[in-house]
């Protein structure tokens, strides 16, 4: 049964922190955040975006690439403010829909990092690179713009991880302003290591394209461990996030 006062004691909490206030703001930054830093460690979009660096064309392509992943990113996590914009009422039935969504898609996470784990190459065997990679170095400017939107706003990880931060940016009852400028930050954060290669590619010469190539190796040689690493613990929050969400 609904509480009749539920709606005048969201009116108030709304009155008393205002909308896209400071402390409001706070918490909608804070629970974005490790969504946003787990898309930014992925080892693919950083491998890919210094793979197009790399090329005959990398300055511009560069900058498509990012220019794609930054709006691929934004799409989504405004959709998702949008279509769950009733999720800060716990009662309601967007933040029921939200809170299953968080347990089906972190128990999903959780499972396939377990399973990326002991599928990983054994001693002496190398992984083969994702298909996608093959010919980025001669990628054109069309390609690496929708690359980088896909990647970033379709790659089924990084869904669900900037649904979940956009959700959880709804439910501290951030609204308006405070909305738009959490989200302006999620997107910056969650881009900051591409953002990060193409400014070192334009402005540090050949010794940039060394150090680049370098952490592209690091990124290939550890790729699996990083994945998994993120998967788990990121879906492991999510689940237990949802599980909170359901037991309110």
């Known amino acids: 049964m609904l509480d009749p006062e ?19 703001l706070d918490q909608a930054m804070g629970a974005m955040l490790p969504a946003a830093l787990a898309i930014a460690l992925s080892p693919f979009p950083l491998i890919g975006i210094v793979l197009i660096l790399s090329g ?16 691929g990113l934004a799409i989504t996590a405004t959709l998702v403010a949008v279509i769950f914009s009733g999720a800060d009422d716990p009662d309601s039935t967007s933040s029921a829909i939200a809170d299953w969504g968080r347990v089906l898609a972190g128990g999903a996470l959780v499972v396939l990092g377990v ?12 992984a083969e690179p994702p298909r996608w990679m093959a010919s980025l170095d001669d990628a054109t400017a069309g390609r690496a713009l929708l690359l980088g939107a896909l990647l970033s706003g379709a790659n089924p990880k990084n869904l669900v991880l ?14 308006d302003v405070g909305i738009i400028a959490a989200i302006a930050v999620f997107v910056l954060i969650a881009s900051c290591t591409v953002l990060a290669a193409v400014g070192i590619h334009l402005t540090g010469g050949r010794r940039a394209a060394s150090f680049l190539d370098s952490v592209r190796e690091f990124m290939v040689g550890n790729s699996v461990v990083i994945t998994v690493i993120v998967l788990v613990l ?5 689940l237990g996030d949802g599980l909170s969400g359901l037991g309110r």
Not at 234 to 238: E, K, Q, R, Y
């Open 6 to 24: 539920l709606p005048e004691r969201i009116t108030a909490r709304r009155a008393e922190l205002g909308d896209g206030g400071p402390r409001v």
């Open 162 to 175: 900037t649904a979940s931060a956009a959700t959880s940016i709804v439910e501290t009852g951030a609204h």
């Open 234 to 238: 990121l879906g492991a929050s999510i």
């Open 56 to 71: 005959a064309q990398g300055r511009r392509n560069g900058l498509l690439f990012a220019a794609g992943w930054i709006t």
């Open 115 to 126: 399973r990326k784990w002991f599928n990983r190459p054994r001693a002496g065997e190398r």
